[in-house]
């Protein structure tokens, strides 16, 4: 019997003549696809200079385009983020998880701990810092609502603010993540196709993702995640110099928030031009041990027992409550699903095409089963210990009248060193932590100018150094500029612009997910090796 070897090894390409970057064009040392390298820096030019000239006007109109699509897709965003979570444990248990990324006689370009160092710091790390302390005191405090109406500053409250911030850093987000870089890393390695987002719709467009089609995807993609970035690092600058402002007495001024910017942007691009293994894997290891410091740290120094004792709280009031939060009919904290948990489900699929291009790029070698539960199971448990951690302790110096956090959220890039504060040694873990929010958002420039550079590029690769860097220091240019042009107004338009994108992303997804049922299940009917042969 002649079996074909691609076959026996679990590899089945597509029959299709198109090739990674067939459409592109060279220009001044470049190798960019036409037309999506294009149109999108067109995009992008014209949303900064217009941002820059009309900056509030701007925020009014995209943050009115934010409020409308929530307020009349919350259905759509709770609907979808409940099929992806189920979606994604559906594979870990059918047989289609046996499959393996690039074929059975694929090997994993990276260690474990390497691995999932950098899935993490690409996903969620700079969000970590920001949020880790200012979410769980504001649903305590009755900042911006409460989850499910609970009382504020109640024992019961106390419990839902923790279950309610796991919630939405837990399985949902991840789930985002899983299903886009399952299906690229799937169509990608198994099918021959360019590792580009377009790939995934193959099952679904045939031939045509090559054409009108695609490119819209492609350039959708790219102008989500560049505004994502830049919105992020625009942000984390605000945070990092609000603690150099509040540990050394800096001026938190534009000035200290684009020093930042450009320091952080110099280090990306170092890290771009090293490139995957010698740059982001690097840099994702020195984050993962900083953090892991850093982790340890609050949890002893706060109380190791209490600790214990909130992480316990955490993941019952998660489990409890999971159901009601994932449901949206009938609620009646309209004021805190909508301002929060649909507005972070918008946020975390426009981020979708950016993290899952990445870690399809490094999960070469893992079956579909090991590597859903490392992206979705192994990663909700380490935010519930860094939530229970950070979260918990700022909730029990609240409930002991201890610090500024007493007075609830004010600014919230200061809420993480408000409760620093109050542990041993604060000045110098409070640097530790500013340290680590940097060195997390260096890991998310570089991660994501590979992933910008691959989508317009065509799917290649092996793109030109140059084309890496161009993308590296747009991301820090749309920053600084939106920051000193436009300061909050610029920053919030851009974040609006980006949430906003999550709405047509939703069902990008969701017919994701059907493409990638389609192919996966083909191949465990029709592959000898998946069958015993």
């Known amino acids: 019997m002649n079996e074909n070897p691609r076959l026996s090894a679990g590899i089945d390409e597509y029959d299709i003549d198109y090739k990674a970057g067939q459409d592109n064009v060279q220009i001044m040392g470049l190798d960019v696809h036409n037309p999506v390298f294009g149109i999108s820096a067109l995009l992008i030019l014209l949303f900064v200079i217009g941002t820059l000239m009309f900056p509030a006007e701007a925020k009014e109109m995209l943050t009115g385009a934010r409020t ?27 047989p289609v998880g046996k499959i393996r990324l690039g074929g059975q006689d694929a090997k994993p370009e990276f260690s474990r701990a390497s691995w999932f160092a950098m899935l993490f710091a690409a996903g ?4 970590l810092m920001f949020w880790s302390v200012a979410e769980p005191v504001a649903y305590y405090t009755n900042w911006y609502g409460t989850p499910l109406n609970v009382a504020a500053n109640t024992p019961e409250g106390k419990s839902l603010a923790l279950g309610a911030t796991m919630f939405h850093w837990g399985l949902h987000p991840w789930a985002m993540y899983g299903v ?3 299906a690229l890393a799937f169509f990608t390695y198994n099918k021959g196709l360019p590792l580009t987002i377009r790939s995934a719709f193959f099952p679904i467009l045939g031939n045509r993702v090559w054409g009108p089609i695609g490119h819209v995807i492609d350039i959708v993609a790219v102008v989500a995640t560049i505004f994502g970035l830049a919105t992020s690092l625009g942000f984390g600058a605000q945070q990092a ?3 150099l402002s509040f540990l050394y007495g800096f001026e938190s001024g534009i000035s200290l928030q684009i020093a930042i ?22 840099l994702s290891n020195i984050n993962m041990a900083i953090a892991i410091i850093v982790l340890a740290f609050v949890i002893l120094a706060g109380s190791l027992t209490g600790f214990l004792s909130n992480f316990a709280t955490l993941l019952g009031s998660y489990v409890e409550n999971i159901i009601p939060l994932s449901n949206w009919i009938g609620r009646e904290d309209e004021t805190w699903y909508h301002g929060w948990t649909v507005f972070y489900w918008a946020w975390w699929i426009s981020w979708s095409p950016f993290v899952g ?31 229970a951690a950070f979260g918990g302790n700022a909730l029990d110096q609240i409930q002991a009248n201890v610090g500024e956090l007493t ?34 958002f260096v890991t998310s420039s570089d991660s994501g100018s590979l992933v910008i550079d691959g989508i ?5 690769e092996d793109a030109p150094v140059p084309q890496r860097v161009f993308w590296a220091v747009m991301e820090g240019v749309i920053a600084g500029t939106l920051l000193f042009g436009g300061g909050a107004d610029a920053l919030g338009a851009l974040q609006a612009g980006a949430v906003t994108v999550g709405l047509p992303f939703t069902i990008v997804l969701l017919v994701m997910c059907v493409g990638l049922y389609k192919g996966l299940h083909k191949d465990y009917r029709t592959i000898p090796v998946y069958q015993g042969a």
């Open 261 to 282: 910017i450009i320091l952080v942007t110099s280090v990306a691009l170092i890290s771009v031009v090293r490139g995957l293994d010698g740059g982001v894997k690097v």
């Open 68 to 94: 409308w699509s929530i307020d009349n897709f919350d259905w759509l965003f709770m609907i979808a983020g409940n099929i992806f979570v189920i979606f994604c444990f559906a594979l870990i248990f059918l």
């Open 357 to 387: 291009m990445f870690i399809a790029r490094v999960s070469k070698g893992r079956t579909v089963r090991e590597f859903m539960i490392a992206v979705l199971l192994i990663p909700t448990l380490i935010c519930g210990i860094w939530m």
């Open 124 to 127: 969620m790390g700079i969000g």
């Open 456 to 460: 317009t590029a065509g799917g290649k």
């Open 241 to 243: 110099s609000s603690g």
């Open 407 to 440: 007075k609830g959220v004010g600014d919230v890039s200061l809420t993480m060193f408000h409760m620093l504060e109050n542990l041993p040694l604060s000045g110098f873990m409070s640097t530790m932590a500013i340290i680590l929010v940097l060195v997390f």
């Open 180 to 182: 886009v870089a399952l």
